[in-house]
């Protein structure tokens, strides 16, 4: 079946440090693909998508680029700050939304 | 937008009681889904409904479990005979789905404790 496979954390960075979070995923199709944050104490927000082989979803200074050649979707951004602190989970629907494990981030200041 | 509503928000059993969780959801939303958090995991699927048609549910899931939606409105979650693995946080979300976009909107979820 469908699947999403990210890399484990906990992830600890510096402020203003470059972030990548690895996701891949398995799917027949071509689902869509998303971003989903948990701020502390709060509830899953969606962060950003893409639908489609090569679109690149933005959001917050975040970025992430759907890879049909290596069924991947990475997540970026090039600055982090403290306030990113949470939990990141990719995430992707073939019709169903079905979510990884989730990376959570640390950011020193 | 009141935004999806969960009820109770915490609910403590003992093993082999039956529990029952309510969602309401986004109210033009027609979508809604299941799933159950536990700590350092993501959110694991359970069901969905469009309008009140049950698509999917997981084949993980025992049959102890069982989720309506009557009206395409709210929603239930069932749990019969419950265990003490079933002790999770049970969230549900909505969303407006159309063609391959669609957007979950969460609510803050029902933390079950089974003793």
């Known amino acids: 079946g469908n699947s999403v496979t990210q890399m484990e954390g906990p992830v600890t960075l510096s402020e203003e440090a470059f972030l990548t979070i690895n996701c891949t995923y398995t799917a027949t199709g071509y689902p869509s693909l998303f971003w989903y944050v948990q701020y502390p104490g709060e509830g899953l927000q969606l962060l950003l998508k893409a639908t489609k082989a090569d679109d690149k979803g933005s959001n917050k200074g975040f970025e992430a680029t759907y890879r049909k050649e290596t069924t991947s979707f990475h997540l970026e951004k090039g600055s982090v700050q403290v306030s990113d602190s949470a939990v990141y989970f990719c995430?992707?629907?073939?019709?169903?939304?079905?979510f990884g494990k989730g990376t959570r981030l640390h950011i020193l200041p | 937008d009141t935004g999806v509503s969960q009820d109770p928000r915490h609910k403590i059993t003992k093993r082999g009681q039956n529990v029952t969780f309510r969602c309401d959801p986004i109210?033009?939303?027609?979508?809604l889904y299941w799933y159950r958090q536990t700590l350092g995991q993501g959110p694991e699927f359970l069901t969905y409904f469009q309008n009140e048609a049950q698509l999917e549910k997981s084949r993980l899931l025992s049959d102890r479990f069982s989720a309506e939606r009557p009206k395409g409105s709210f929603s239930t979650l069932e749990i019969q005979r419950t265990e003490q693995g079933d002790s999770a946080m049970y969230l549900c979300a909505s969303s407006s789905r159309t063609g391959g976009n669609e957007k979950l909107f969460f609510g803050s979820g029902t933390q079950l404790s089974v003793l």
């Open positions: 995430a992707l629907s073939d019709d169903k939304i079905i």
């Open positions: 109210s033009e939303h027609n979508r």
